[in-house]
């Protein structure tokens, strides 16, 4: 699967880019989608190609029976004028990981359980993009020349991947309301200025949050479920 490594040649088309901004968002979902569409040709890319299934980004998916609580969503797909039927939605932790780190995981949760009172069936993914540099500059104003106190940053790294990648997946619709079907961390090495890097062997290639296995169980999970 190609996704982390054009994200990593996006990033360094556009560097100094706000990480919280769309446009970073989109990009991901693009790579995303892509990506299962080549891991699922005759389902998720057939049903595409014939607007059977329609990718959107940005959308706005309604929960309730008035439809009353409204979540932006990074990517979901859907029939048309329909329940979402995937969804992704794409987290980045480029710096102050211990704050971060919580903030991004209460996200996850939210979103999941938005997602699965949307529609119970629903096959919920997120990505989490996690930054490996110390000296990540912050293109926000107020963070110019601000000097950083020294961390182990190996460590807080490595904290913030084990806060992720342990967290469970739902397999089935019985399963809690707030895991994601799949969840794929990427770890880049960016400092802000510079172009980035892809930090290689993290998480392990057959560990579940490995961007490939992302792929595969989120087109596993929705063929399962919508296939049939």
């Known amino acids: 699967m190609l996704g982390p490594e054009l994200y990593v040649q996006w990033i360094n088309a556009h560097l100094g880019f706000n990480p919280r901004g769309a ?11 892509a990506d299962l569409r080549s891991a699922s040709p005759k389902a998720i890319s057939a049903l595409l190609q014939v607007g059977g299934l329609i990718p959107i980004k940005n959308a706005n998916v309604p929960v309730g029976p ?7 969503i990074d990517l979901v797909l859907r029939p048309n004028d329909s329940h979402v039927q995937l969804s992704v939605e794409n987290k980045t932790i480029m710096t102050a990981h211990v704050k971060a780190r919580k903030n991004r995981y209460g996200d996850i949760i939210a ?21 490996a540099s110390e000296a ?7 963070a110019k020349g601000k000097v950083r106190p020294k961390t182990k ?3 807080v790294v490595l904290d913030t991947i084990g806060i992720f990648e342990k967290i469970p997946l739902r397999d089935t619709i019985s399963d809690p309301t707030e895991l994601p079907e799949a969840l794929a961390i990427i770890v880049v090495n960016y400092d802000g200025v510079n172009d980035a890097t892809l930090v290689q062997g993290i998480p392990d290639r057959k560990h ?12 596993a999970i929705y063929e399962d479920r919508f296939c049939q």
């Open 111 to 131: 979103y999941c359980n938005h997602m699965h009172n949307h529609r119970t069936d629903c096959v919920a993914g997120a990505t989490v993009v996690i930054n």
């Open 23 to 33: 446009k970073n968002s989109n990009a991901i979902s693009e790579y995303v989608l």
């Open 208 to 219: 579940p949050s490995h961007y490939d296995n992302f792929i595969a169980r989120l087109v």
């Open 66 to 72: 008035a439809g009353l609580t409204v979540r932006n």
């Open 136 to 142: 990540y500059e912050n293109p926000d104003a107020f």
């Open 153 to 155: 940053m190996e460590k």
